[in-house]
């Protein structure tokens, strides 16, 4: 998006002079050699808004958060361009009227991101005087539901009239996966297709990886403890490190999987090539290895529940919601919980246990004699 970054590609030497002349000869410097973007282009705004606070090198996006990112971005343009707006213009009327359109328009979880990246662009263009004024201090949220939930709408008449948790009883969980290699359509590597999408349902489910979590899963990414366990290390989100303890019907659908592809069986640490892969028109030896996409998941997830015949909102994500709640429901501690499904605070976690409690309340009552 912006020619700045290349230079994460320079040596450190380099690094300086070249930012150095390329802000000097874009005139984005001060007097006080502080980034300035008082007289700038928008298009300079826009594109130091997505170096500095998007993308920058600190962090490495996935896929899924940059597709959010960017269609925040649009929404915003078609605002901006369906009211003859430009950045400039951008006023507290504006941040007024533009916090009403997306409330009004979106479900509370998807208006607190998109006014999240308003507000970010907003704070961004204040620091670097592109705005005069502090303008997202006028930028009020919707109050975020507590929890993992989906919001169906079941009566035109009411906005909201019923809250479902997003995820599956154990039964479900066992019998949509079970439908996961029937999906397979195709004649070639039949079988491989098959062990494979098998495999991702047992990972789904016993491990709660995020679906880029599972993607992004390379050969190297498993190894045994010194008790002789099996265990992944994952790379998640914000790019924290974290170890899963890998189940035995799941390491052995592992196993199955890499021999049926004609894969070795032996562990790899610096094995980098990708554990889930392409196999659509391909013959061994698999060398061109194009690692699969989350559409393709996707459409995995949600043909094994159409053949199940369950509800059509459940998508990958719900199997990590199942995972977490299990695991509380047996009584794993939760620090343990915490750590195994990568969540950055506890809170988080402790969420899930809320809601158990709370589904749990009936216990409580059986025990109280209402009646003499």
Same mark, same amino acid.
């Given at each position: 998006?912006?020619?700045?970054?290349?230079?994460?590609?320079?040596?450190?030497?380099?690094?300086?002079?070249?930012?150095?002349?390329?802000?000097?000869?874009?005139?984005?410097?001060?007097?006080?050699?502080?980034?300035?973007?008082?007289?700038?282009?928008?298009?300079?705004?826009?594109?130091?808004?997505?170096?500095?606070?998007?993308?920058?090198?600190?962090?490495?996006?996935?896929?899924?958060?940059?597709?959010?990112?960017?269609?925040?971005?649009?929404?915003?343009?078609?605002?901006?361009?369906?009211?003859?707006?430009?950045?400039?213009?951008?006023?507290?009327?504006?941040?007024?009227?533009?916090?009403?359109?997306?409330?009004?328009?979106?479900?509370?979880?998807?208006?607190?991101?998109?006014?999240?990246?308003?507000?970010?662009?907003?704070?961004?263009?204040?620091?670097?005087?592109?705005?005069?004024?502090?303008?997202?201090?006028? =930028?009020? &949220?919707?109050?975020?539901?507590?929890?993992?939930? #989906?919001? %169906? $709408? *079941?009566?035109?008449?009411?906005?909201?009239? +019923?809250?479902?948790?997003?995820?599956?009883?154990?039964?479900?969980?066992?019998?949509?996966?079970?439908?996961?290699?029937?999906?397979?359509?195709?004649?070639?590597?039949?079988?491989?297709?098959?062990?494979?999408?098998?495999?991702?349902?047992?990972?789904?489910?016993?491990?709660?990886?995020?679906?880029?979590?599972?993607?992004?899963?390379?050969?190297?990414?498993?190894?045994?403890?010194?008790?002789?366990?099996?265990?992944?290390?994952? =790379?998640? &989100?914000?790019?924290?490190?974290?170890?899963?303890? #890998?189940? %035995? $019907? *799941?390491?052995?659908?592992?196993?199955?999987? +890499?021999?049926?592809?004609?894969?070795?069986?032996?562990?790899?640490?610096?094995?980098?090539?990708?554990?889930?892969?392409?196999?659509?028109?391909?013959?061994?030896?698999?060398?061109?290895?194009?690692?699969?996409?989350?559409?393709?998941?996707?459409?995995?997830?949600?043909?094994?529940?159409?053949?199940?015949?369950?509800?059509?909102?459940?998508?990958?994500?719900?199997?990590?919601?199942?995972?977490?709640?299990?695991?509380?429901?047996?009584?794993?501690?939760?620090?343990?919980?915490?750590?195994?499904?990568?969540?950055?605070?506890?809170?988080?976690?402790?969420?899930?246990?809320?809601?158990?409690?709370?589904?749990?309340?009936?216990?409580?009552?059986?025990?109280?004699?209402?009646?003499?």
């Amino acid at each position: 998006m912006n020619d700045l970054t290349l230079f994460d590609h320079v040596t450190s030497d380099q690094y300086l002079s070249h930012l150095k002349n390329k802000l000097e000869h874009r005139q984005l410097l001060d007097e006080h050699r502080n980034l300035s973007l008082t007289d700038s282009s928008e298009q300079d705004f826009l594109e130091m808004f997505f170096l500095e606070k998007i993308l920058s090198a600190d962090r490495e996006l996935s896929p899924h958060t940059l597709k959010a990112y960017r269609s925040d971005a649009k929404t915003l343009l078609i605002f901006l361009t369906e009211h003859s707006l430009s950045f400039r213009d951008i006023g507290f009327p504006e941040v007024k009227a533009y916090n009403k359109y997306i409330k009004d328009k979106y479900a509370a979880k998807s208006a607190i991101r998109k006014l999240e990246f308003f507000r970010r662009l907003l704070d961004f263009g204040y620091k670097t005087q592109f705005y005069k004024a502090h303008l997202s201090t006028w =930028i009020s &949220k919707p109050p975020a539901k507590k929890g993992h939930y #989906i919001i %169906e $709408e *079941t009566r035109p008449e009411e906005r909201q009239t +019923r809250v479902q948790v997003r995820e599956l009883n154990q039964r479900d969980a066992e019998y949509v996966i079970s439908f996961f290699p029937e999906v397979v359509k195709a004649k070639q590597n039949r079988e491989q297709l098959q062990k494979r999408n098998l495999l991702i349902g047992y990972l789904l489910y016993t491990t709660g990886l995020r679906a880029s979590e599972l993607l992004s899963l390379n050969w190297g990414s498993f190894r045994y403890n010194r008790q002789g366990f099996l265990f992944a290390d994952v =790379i998640g &989100k914000g790019g924290k490190a974290r170890t899963l303890p #890998i189940r %035995e $019907e *799941t390491s052995d659908l592992l196993f199955n999987y +890499r021999k049926c592809i004609g894969e070795s069986v032996e562990i790899d640490p610096y094995d980098t090539s990708p554990l889930f892969f392409a196999l659509y028109n391909k013959k061994e030896p698999y060398t061109d290895k194009k690692r699969l996409t989350y559409p393709s998941l996707y459409k995995i997830v949600k043909e094994a529940v159409h053949l199940a015949g369950k509800n059509s909102h459940v998508s990958p994500h719900w199997f990590r919601h199942t995972f977490v709640t299990m695991l509380l429901e047996n009584d794993v501690p939760l620090a343990v919980v915490k750590d195994w499904a990568g969540h950055s605070d506890i809170s988080t976690t402790n969420l899930y246990l809320e809601r158990i409690n709370q589904d749990n309340t009936h216990v409580h009552l059986q025990k109280v004699n209402l009646f003499r």
